[in-house]
């Protein structure tokens, strides 16, 4: 046992040895909590720090996990980026912090990496909103439609594509295939669809799905956020439903909205997408205000994860993501296909 961990051990020992009656005080028992709670945290992090070196692992982080997560993580990002630069590294286990999609992406692009996900039941409502058997039934019946598929979904879906897409290059994509001349279906997520529809003046089909969190926050939260900071620029991802994204100064992904208040001279932000961005945000810009544009803006999957979680499924190499190989070589096919068009 680490000589820290033998201190905090001693330490809470101690208290309890000589202050029993203090814990029926409220006020000083929530003090006793917040130091034992700060205490564990710490060794947490310092365990993990230690096993990623004596593993030989890297901790991956989305945008929209808590803060602490994020603080942890040795690469912070979009889902899809932080799949790509895991296989860059040289890490024979990828820790992934986010949802069940991601980290199965992760494994479809490092076949011969073992990937775990600290929470196996994180997952993402997006995805659920299409299986491999509605894909398959549309498929017999269009078969002569091109499938493009958003990031968020699962490995199977993926796998029954024709392109994948982020919402960086989806609009990209999509016209790509439009001035082919194909009929395509966008899927799964209906506002980033009808969003492109209304940047590229054309219609083609989309699949009814959402990410719940976007699809049903409210223009008029937005709104009363613009009453109470009238300078603030309003930045949205295009998940969100067109009424906010009508409302907003600057559309793009997580990403590019991280980089787009770095860049602006406006120093006041409604941000009106999931509030873990609010996190680097802050960081990166601690002289800038930012406003989160809904209160409903908070994704309960990607929050399930904690420091301990993360440490126990390094520390015991458990919940493992397996793909399946036709599924993967199939996934990569459609990965493969969104890399040549977007060099286009």
Same mark, same amino acid.
């Given at each position: ?30 003090? +006793? ?21 004596? !593993?030989?692992? #890297?901790v991956l ?19 899809? !980026? ?6 860059? @590294? ?18 479809? *692009? ?6 775990? %996900? ?8 997006m995805?659920? @909103? ?27 879906i ?28 966008? @899927?799964?997520d ?13 219609? +083609? ?10 699809? +049903?926050?409210?223009?008029?939260? #937005?709104l ?17 439903? %067109? ?7 600057? #559309? ?7 980089? +787009? ?11 009106? @997408?999931?509030?873990?961005v ?31 979680? #993360?440490?126990?499924? *390094? ?8 793909v399946?190989?036709?599924v ?11 890399l040549?068009?977007?060099? *286009?």
């Amino acid at each position: 046992m680490h000589n820290d961990v033998i201190q905090n051990i001693l330490v809470a020992n101690t208290i309890t040895q000589y202050f029993p009656i203090s814990f029926h005080n409220k006020r000083k028992k929530r003090y +006793f909590a917040k130091t034992f709670n700060s205490m564990a945290e710490m060794d947490y992090k310092a365990e993990i720090a230690r096993l990623k070196q004596e !593993k030989h692992a #890297v901790v991956l982080a989305h945008y929209y996990q808590n803060d602490d997560i994020q603080d942890i993580a040795d690469y912070l990002g979009d889902s899809l !980026k932080l799949s790509q630069t895991a296989l860059q @590294t040289d890490a024979e286990i990828i820790v992934f912090c986010g949802v069940h999609f991601m980290a199965e992406t992760a494994k479809i *692009l490092s076949p011969h990496k073992k990937v775990l %996900l600290p929470v196996m039941n994180a997952g993402c409502r997006m995805a659920d @909103t299409i299986t491999k058997a509605d894909l398959q039934a549309y498929k017999a019946e269009h078969p002569d439609t091109k499938i493009i598929t958003y990031v968020n979904t699962t490995a199977e879906i993926k796998a029954l594509s024709d392109c994948i897409c982020t919402s960086t290059n989806g609009l990209k994509i999509i016209n790509y295939y439009l001035e082919q001349g194909e009929k395509i279906l966008y @899927t799964p997520d209906q506002n980033l669809g009808k969003y492109a529809m209304r940047l590229l003046g054309k219609e +083609f089909e989309v699949w009814n799905g959402c990410c719940p969190i976007h699809h +049903f926050a409210q223009a008029s939260k #937005v709104l009363k956020q613009k009453e109470l900071h009238p300078n603030a620029l309003v930045i949205s991802h295009p998940e969100c439903q %067109l009424d906010i994204l009508e409302l907003s100064d600057f #559309v793009g992904s997580t990403a590019e909205l991280l980089s +787009f208040v770095g860049k602006s001279d406006a120093t006041e932000f409604i941000v009106c @997408t999931e509030k873990g961005v609010l996190h680097p945000m802050k960081k990166q810009n601690p002289d800038k205000q930012f406003y989160l544009g809904c209160p409903s803006f908070v994704c309960h999957d990607m929050k399930l994860t904690s420091l301990e979680d #993360v440490y126990n499924c *390094l520390s015991n190499e458990t919940n493992e993501i397996f793909v399946d190989e036709s599924v993967r070589k199939n996934a990569v096919k459609a990965l493969d296909k969104m890399l040549e068009i977007t060099k *286009l």
